[in-house]
């Protein structure tokens, strides 16, 4: 990766996180970048990735891994302990395509961190298709976004290129697996990594402390 500027060196730390939506563990990585852009000098912008690029625009069938009475998996009891519910039965796998252009509308707005966190409890909490306009803009209205302009993006497309681009250049650089981190053009760490791991990195990197 080509070195930061001194330019960029000078202001937060872009950290790019490579996720999908229908992701699992993005949704534990978001929860903890959540936490590093708190508390330290971290900028971060959401990188749309696609899992599963042969899933149709329509979504498809998917068999639940886990029953209702089995025990607790390791993923879940993280996701507990990390305030997220996962919601076993799901039987529908989405396209997530239109969920990323929603995204880049709500990084526009600034409210990308709490769009993509009401987009993650819908798919995996509330078990909707968020393949869907209608579970979008509920999403979005959640995260406090102008609902009608985002229905408007969504409808039109207005962001599906920039998405398709992104997707490609996460495929080109080589990502094979999500979440990806990308520290400043210098450091990149696949998984959902715990607190601790990213605090080590954030030290490594000479990244401050947010002040107060």
């Known amino acids: 990766m080509p070195a930061m500027s001194a330019e960029a060196a000078a202001g937060p730390m872009q950290v790019l996180m490579i996720s999908d939506f229908v992701c699992p563990w993005c949704y534990l990585g978001l929860v903890e970048i959540a936490r590093v852009e708190r508390e330290?000098?971290?900028?971060?912008?959401?990188?749309?990735?696609?899992?599963?690029?042969?899933?149709?625009?329509?979504?498809?069938?998917?068999r639940p891994m886990t029953r209702p009475g089995d025990p607790p998996t390791a993923m879940e009891l993280r996701a507990e302990a990390a305030g997220i519910r996962f919601t076993r039965g799901?039987?529908?796998?989405?396209?997530?395509?239109?969920?990323?252009?929603?995204?880049?509308?709500?990084?526009?707005?600034?409210?990308?961190?709490?769009?993509?966190?009401?987009?993650?409890?819908?798919?995996?909490?509330?078990?909707?298709?968020?393949?869907?306009?209608?579970?979008l803009l509920r999403a979005g209205e959640r995260a406090g976004l102008d609902v009608?302009?985002?229905?408007?993006?969504?409808?039109?497309?207005?962001?599906?290129?920039?998405?398709?681009?992104?997707v490609g250049w996460t495929r080109e650089a080589g990502v094979s697996g999500v979440p990806t981190?990308?520290?400043?053009?210098?450091?990149?760490?696949?998984?959902?990594?715990d607190a601790a791991v990213f605090d080590t990195v954030m030290e490594r990197l000479g990244v401050p402390r947010r002040a107060g």
């Open 181 to 193: 981190f990308v520290f400043g053009e210098r450091f990149a760490m696949s998984g959902a990594q």
């Open 40 to 62: 330290y000098e971290v900028d971060v912008r959401h990188v749309p990735y696609l899992l599963d690029p042969a899933t149709p625009p329509e979504g498809k069938p998917r």
């Open 90 to 135: 799901r039987e529908w796998t989405s396209n997530s395509v239109l969920a990323h252009e929603g995204a880049e509308f709500a990084q526009e707005a600034g409210r990308a961190r709490e769009y993509a966190r009401e987009v993650f409890r819908a798919y995996f909490t509330e078990l909707e298709d968020i393949g869907k306009v209608e579970v």
């Open 148 to 166: 009608a302009a985002l229905r408007e993006a969504l409808e039109a497309h207005v962001y599906r290129p920039r998405v398709l681009e992104a």
